[in-house]
């Protein structure tokens, strides 16, 4: 059964703060993605990744970096969270070529106060 | 500039009927285009997809009709269930490598 695992379903942490949201997956993708969801926006693209190592900024990628040191990990990070970054946060990885077929985790809850 | 838009933006149908979700996009360089549903709680998942060569793919209870001219294309879910109650992504990209381009979203409800 293929799997991404995201690190917590509930954070809060407070404003100013460095956050670190992790993402595992066990299909050996190659491409990797962080999304956040917000009601009447939809899912919004912050970063992907094709490969170790590479990254490319999605629709929104203010405030937020990412880190891929290996294949099968992704990392959000918030350098500074502030209270708009409170979202519901989402990380997916495909297979090339079928990239539009796309493993989500469960979601990271974040709350920023 | 929103790419991909949803309509409606939710959804009541009765348990039996037939629940259709439509999307419109406009960037005619989009080739593939997939269904996403979600539940609460959950990460969303892909439930079926569709390339403009065809006009119609149907999986189970579930069917994707396709009007390239119209820039258009819906998901139909015939004989709803409780169980279908969910929230639908519509989404788009250029080419099975690309990145996709999600609609905003719409919440279905069945009532049994």
């Known amino acids: 059964d293929v799997k991404v695992t995201q690190s917590s379903r509930y954070l809060v942490k407070r404003t100013g703060e460095k956050v670190f949201l992790e993402c595992v997956q066990d299909?050996?993708?190659?491409?990797m993605f962080w999304y956040r969801q917000d009601p009447g926006l939809g899912l919004r693209l912050i970063y992907f990744?094709?490969?170790?190592?590479?990254?490319e900024k999605g629709d929104i990628p203010e405030g937020y970096s990412v880190s891929r040191e290996k294949k099968e990990r992704f990392s959000l990070i918030l350098e500074s969270a502030s209270t708009n970054q409170t979202s519901m946060y989402l990380c997916?990885?495909?297979?090339?070529?079928?990239?539009?077929?796309?493993?989500f985790g469960p979601g990271t809850r974040l709350t920023v106060t | 500039q929103q790419q991909v838009k949803q309509s409606p933006q939710s959804l009541i149908v009765q348990k039996g009927g037939i629940s259709i979700i439509n999307c419109a996009y406009e960037?005619?360089?989009?080739?593939?285009f997939p269904w996403y549903q979600q539940f609460p709680g959950k990460g969303p998942a892909l439930l079926i997809a569709?390339?403009?060569?065809?006009s119609e793919k149907k999986e189970g209870r579930f069917t994707i009709s396709f009007n390239k001219s119209a820039k258009q294309f819906s998901l139909h879910i015939m004989d709803s269930q409780p169980g279908d109650s969910a929230t639908y992504f519509c989404?788009?990209?250029?080419?099975?490598?690309?990145?996709?381009?999600f609609g905003k979203g719409i919440t279905l409800s069945v009532r049994p």
């Open positions: 997916a990885s495909s297979s090339t070529p079928r990239n539009y077929e796309q493993y």
């Open positions: 299909m050996d993708h190659e491409n």
């Open positions: 990744s094709y490969d170790v190592k590479m990254k």
């Open positions: 960037n005619t360089a989009f080739d593939y």
């Open positions: 569709i390339r403009p060569d065809v």
């Open positions: 989404a788009a990209s250029r080419g099975a490598n690309s990145k996709l381009t």
